[in-house]
């Protein structure tokens, strides 16, 4: 079995002869199967995998390969691959085939990555577990007692237990570095509209943002640079010129970091992990980067401004599952209302249904200015704040989580301690700029500990420039 460790290394390998596309894919089929228990998979393409291998191989044999050619990959169940089917790890969705791919599963086909399958997730994306998924828990690898994170859980887990070399997830709140942060990886979530959201199944769209989960810096870099640019079929996305991360990274350059004090001496923080990041923070400092201690006043507004718009924004986009168009219909309903109120009851889970109910109720007539308005005019100010910090340092960092992977129904029975899991990685969301989860240590109870760094606006580059740097 070939032992991947980087993209370029892997690259070279191929043009070598030292393994092959199709035993790639195999492999990766094997290993799938082999810890199917993790339930990080919900379908595995083998028949196109397998086909899009063999052709791959002839163009390498040719010298026609693009920049990914073998690199198995795995994409969040909320992203669309046209001929396969894609169900937001959702009832409701149940048997949907996409008539279209993503446009960053386009660019990901363009350069000859092979699609291995679709991961499991939570529901819609809404989660920071993985445990809302209609199709059962994924299971962290690193001890199956502890969940992965979410909502990319099963995402995290394909790279952390070596099923796929990369793959894609969606962060809307810190879907992508939170269970990066979990399982010891790579999750970065680039600038709002640096990524086309085409072929996203949306949960929150002025949020959410598709982006990689990696071994190294190194391969996100490349993922990124791949992905990135602007896309006609989205108006959201950004026309600023796409640098090439994977050449800048190598850079030697000394930065100026802020760290958040409120964020590293939390209450609620786990001493270890706080210690993790101090560790950081002097190491930094001993290798000629200035960081010092800024002040973010609005920490305690982070989650409750992210829950009021993003649940608004979700009761608009799940309107449109409605059980007449597509996907799941029930059979109990007499009368065209029943079938609406009983479809999607009996088609979403409970976190979702109550994500939707909360959407409604604070875009309703009588609370629209008390929540949904006022909510806004909060985002406006974190927003302004964060860029401040940014104009006069090169970086933001934070820990990535309070603590490592929690155990399976620790916080599920209490929605606001689960909600509380995403406050250090909502700002990024909430203010549109990057960010990245790295791995920065380990827990006394074997578990990874994540730091966070953001960045300004589309500084995609010198954001995976210092990430590359941080010693694990």
Known sequence: MYSFSNITNLQADLKAGKTTCIALVEDAISLIEQKKHLNAFLEVFEHSAKELAKKTDEKIKAGTAGKLAGVIIGLKDNICYKGHKVSASSKILEGFESLYSATVVEKLLAEDAIIVGRLNCDEFAMGSSNENSAFGNVLNPLNEKHVPGGSSGGSAVAVAANMCHVTLGSDTGGSIR???SFTGTIGFKPTY?????????AYASSFDQIGPITKTVEDAAIILEIISGIDKHDNTSSSQKVTSYSKEITVDKKYKIAYLKECVEADGIDPEVKQSILNQISWLKDNGHSV?????????????????????EASSNLSR??????????????TLESTYKKSRAEGFGKEVKRRIMLGTFVLSAGYYDAYYSKGQKVRRVIQEKTKEILNNYDFILTPSTPGTAFEFGKNSADPIKMYLEDIFTVQANIAGI???????????????????????YFEEAKLLNLASKIKS
């Open 292 to 312: 010092e201690a800024v002040s973010f006043p609005y920490l305690e507004y982070l989650v409750p401004t992210y829950y009021v718009l993003t649940t608004a």
């Open 434 to 456: 990057p960010a990245i989860s790295v791995p920065c240590g380990l827990h006394s109870n074997g578990l990874p500990i994540g730091l966070q760094l953001m960045a300004n």
């Open 193 to 201: 509209g640096r990524v086309s959201r085409y072929g996203l199944i």
């Open 321 to 334: 599952f409605d059980g007449i168009h597509y996907g799941y219909r029930t059979k109990n309903a007499t």
């Open 178 to 180: 939170q269970p990066a």
